[in-house]
């Protein structure tokens, strides 16, 4: 079924359910940082034809926010959604609570964690898009996961209503292409091990691209949420030609297909190239305080990578392809807020998402991860601007 906003009327608070960065996503980079993936070969910044060519008028530059947390769950942003169940990603909490019970928790949790209220928020801020995860399961009614493709019509709806561009982002994959428990579904990486996987995965970002074309504010869609840096190279390779392929067919010049750089930034050299190629943007992500690099640095050397060395990384990057900086945050190793006052980790973090965002301003685009969350301010954009740590206008 295509997805037309001019056949849609701006629904209501009620809202039909169809039944159907964490391995923790603030400690996975310890092993990146092990294996020297995050390392950058020092040359002369640049920027590429394809780079001048995105940044025309037709396409403004991407401020936005991931909507993490409320079609793909992670635990750590809303523990409360697991309070008292024997789970850690939400294959298991549909595998406790069962198919009934299942289904009105997490109706539940959608219609509440995310609103129309939320969608105002980020357009008065001057944000001008989201990104929204999405898992495999999303366009299921009778898949093993409870789908939401009814909840993710109403966000395009909303987003349109308040003036904001949609990234839908493929979160999670059959088998899982990380192993954490943002995919889906923690433990063994087994999407790129069996072809029946990946041919499904393909079947859904087609569904999605179909389902979705002719949504005016649709900006592009991204092909697979971090896949682990073991995936092989080739798999992923042919993987992301065959994506862009099924794409193409229905998603018109103005959008974009992102990849991501599975932890390995400089690896696309020759790879998606124009003019045989259109539109294609890497998405990276570039967090400080997982590894243990991040964990020996203090406060004014984390301003240095995140003003300086950042910038340098991104220009490197795109004179391959235009960059989204697809998450980023306010968090910092816990040995650089430890017994801190509540006025220099003010002072920090303004410092921090102000030097973050000089760079990711050099970029095509970015989106902060993630708009809210329970317990954790460093990670919510809401919090993070309702407490002065970054702008209240973003324009």
Known sequence: MDFDLSNHRNP????????????????????????SLFFF????????????????????????VNLGGWLVLEKWIKPSL??????????????VLGAAAVRSHLRSHRESFIKESDFKWIAERGLNAVRIPVGHWILEPNGPLVSAAEVLDWALLQANKYGLKVLLDL?????????????????????????????????????????????????????????HWTVP???????????????????????????????????????????????VLQDTHLYQCFTAEDQKRDINEHLQVASMERKKEIALMQKEFPVYVGEWSLALPEPVVQGRTDYELNVMRRAFGGAQLVSYETAAGWFFWTYKTEKSPEWSLRACVENGWLPNQFK
Not at 43 to 52: D, I, L, Q, V, Y
Not at 247 to 253: E, I, K, N, Q, V
Not at 256 to 270: E, G, K, N, T
């Open 82 to 95: 697991f309070a008292n169940v024997k789970a850690e990603d939400e294959t298991q909490l549909n595998a």
């Open 233 to 279: 190279l080739d798999v992923l390779k042919e993987f992301y030609k065959e994506g862009y392929n099924r794409m193409h067919r229905y998603l018109g010049p103005e959008r974009v297909i992102v990849f991501h750089d599975a932890f390995r930034p400089l690896a696309w050299s020759d790879f998606m190239k124009a003019p045989d190629f259109k539109g």
């Open 171 to 227: 979160h999670g994959a059959p088998g899982s292409q990380n192993g954490w428990d943002h995919s889906g579904k923690q433990g063994p990486i087994e999407w790129h091990l069996k072809e029946e996987n990946i041919a499904r995965t393909l079947a859904v970002l087609e569904q999605l691209a179909k389902r979705y074309r002719n949504a005016e504010n649709l900006l592009g869609i991204e092909l697979l949420n971090e896949p």
């Open 41 to 64: 070969a020092r040359g002369t910044p640049g920027k590429n034809a394809a780079f001048a060519a995105y940044q025309s008028p037709v396409r403004p530059k991407v401020r936005g």
């Open 12 to 35: 209501t608070n009620a809202i039909s359910f169809e039944p159907r960065k964490k391995m923790n996503r603030r400690s996975f980079t310890r092993a990146v940082a092990a294996s």
